[in-house]
T-cell receptor
């Protein structure tokens, strides 16, 4: 079955540093979604990418979908303590969550 | 406000005693999902409904069943809970516009403890 891997599994950064998480699929994806889950909370939708090579920005967050539609990345510029949480990618229409990247921001 | 509601938020059951978790939505979405999430792991899809069509994941144990009596409600039945079924159970909804599924809206979850 489809597998979606994310790296790194954990990331600790100083507040103000940048952060990137990568999502890689073993198969071509029709689309990819990104979610954020705060500690003790539930996943919250961030964005969906559909087109090959697509890049979308939300304030300090930049999302990219690879040309081959097998990988994606989420980049956060100048992290803040409010960015703490686990970031998941969800590939295609099969609702398989990636393994997630847990972000800790040190004030 | 339109939302996804899960009851109860916390459920304690005994080993082998059947338990039912409920989910309701006011979003009028045609797709409803049940996920199991264990500590420090990603949510794992158990099954989903597209309208009344039930879609079971191949590795979902037979111990887990689901019902969707109408658009708004969906239930997760665990027939004989084992210690390994202790987890957070997340309900989510989305609207399917062929050929893609739109964003999922999650409820707050029900944390199940098995004694």
């Amino acid at each position: 079955g489809q597998q979606v891997m994310q790296i790194p599994q954990y990331q600790h950064v100083q507040e103000g540093e940048d952060f990137t998480t990568y999502c890689n699929s073993s198969t071509t994806l029709s689309n990819i979604q990104w979610y954020k889950q705060r500690p003790g909370g539930h996943p919250v939708f961030l964005i969906q990418l559909v087109k090959s090579g697509e890049v979308k920005k939300q304030k300090r967050l930049t999302f990219q979908f690879g040309e081959a539609k097998k990988n994606s990345s989420l980049h956060i510029t100048a992290t803040q303590t409010t960015d703490v949480g686990t970031y998941f990618c969800v590939g295609g229409n099969q609702f398989y969550f990636g393994t997630g990247t847990s972000l800790t921001v040190i004030p | 406000d339109a939302m996804v509601i899960q009851n109860p938020r916390y459920q304690v059951t005994q080993f082998g005693k059947p338990v039912t978790l409920s989910c309701s939505q006011t979003l009028n979405h045609n797709v409803m999902y049940w996920y199991q999430q264990k500590s420090s792991q990603a949510p794992k899809l158990l099954f989903h409904y597209y309208d009344k069509d039930f879609n079971n994941e191949a590795d979902t144990p037979d111990n887990f069943q689901s019902r969707r009596p109408n658009t708004s409600f969906c239930f997760l039945d665990i027939r004989s809970p084992g210690l390994g079924d202790a987890a957070m159970y997340l309900c989510a909804t989305s609207r399917k516009n062929i050929p893609t599924y739109n964003e999922q809206f999650f409820g707050p979850g029900t944390r199940l403890t098995v004694l």
